[in-house]
């Protein structure tokens, strides 16, 4: 299974186009949003092609995209622009793929290191919110994040994710691999991480 994966898009039109441009070429079995997709931020910088109202009216675009769409809410999701969003955006959301237990949220309701309550050994803790991409494994638990869209930090370049048979990979824009994480090979015995 392919899962296309990004997070904190903050308004920008340019960065919603080339997920667009992404789910045509790469014809995912599932898009991932986690959240962020509309208001930039207080903290954060204008992002290239911040358009929130151009946004909104392009977003059924890819809605209307062969891929179910599962995304849930960030800290800058206000809810009256989710209410214009055409899926809705829980607060998480649970993905069974490629044998792994997915547990997607925006993660500014979460530590950044085990433990995490409520989550087993073995499960993927998909999330956005520090515009970083990350992926290891600690004490049991896999953690994935595909960067930022349009507002990447720490020097990252814009990115998103992609998962295909239990392999988490971070892309740049030009499709150049900056990360990958595969949990079965973090689990084994004598594994590198």
């Known amino acids: 299974m392919r899962l296309l994966i990004a997070s904190d898009l903050h ?12 789910l045509r070429e790469l014809e995912p079995d599932m898009l991932v949003l986690l959240g962020d997709l509309v208001y930039h931020g207080p903290r954060n910088p204008l992002p290239a092609g911040y358009d929130t109202p151009g946004l909104l009216r392009d977003m059924p675009g890819i809605a209307a995209m062969r891929p179910p769409v599962v995304a849930v809410r960030g800290n800058c999701d206000a809810e009256v622009d989710v ?11 649970w993905l069974n793929v490629d044998g792994l ?3 997607a949220s925006h993660g500014h309701h979460l530590p950044e290191f085990p433990p ?18 990350r992926g290891e494994s600690l004490d049991g638990l896999h953690f994935w994040n595909p960067g930022s869209l349009s507002l990447p ?24 691999e900056i990360l990958r994480h595969e949990p079965a090979a973090a689990s084994a015995p004598h594994a590198v991480r």
């Open 116 to 133: 995490i309550p409520g989550l087993g050994a073995g499960t993927v803790v998909l999330r956005g919110h520090t515009h970083v991409p």
């Open 101 to 103: 237990r997915i547990f």
């Open 153 to 176: 930090k720490q020097g990252f370049p814009r990115s998103y994710g992609l998962c295909e048979n239990g392999v988490f990979r971070v892309l740049d824009l030009a499709g150049r």
């Open 11 to 22: 308004g920008s039109l340019d960065s919603l186009h080339f997920l667009e441009g992404r």
């Open 83 to 93: 209410t214009h969003l055409p899926f809705p955006m829980p607060e998480s959301a």
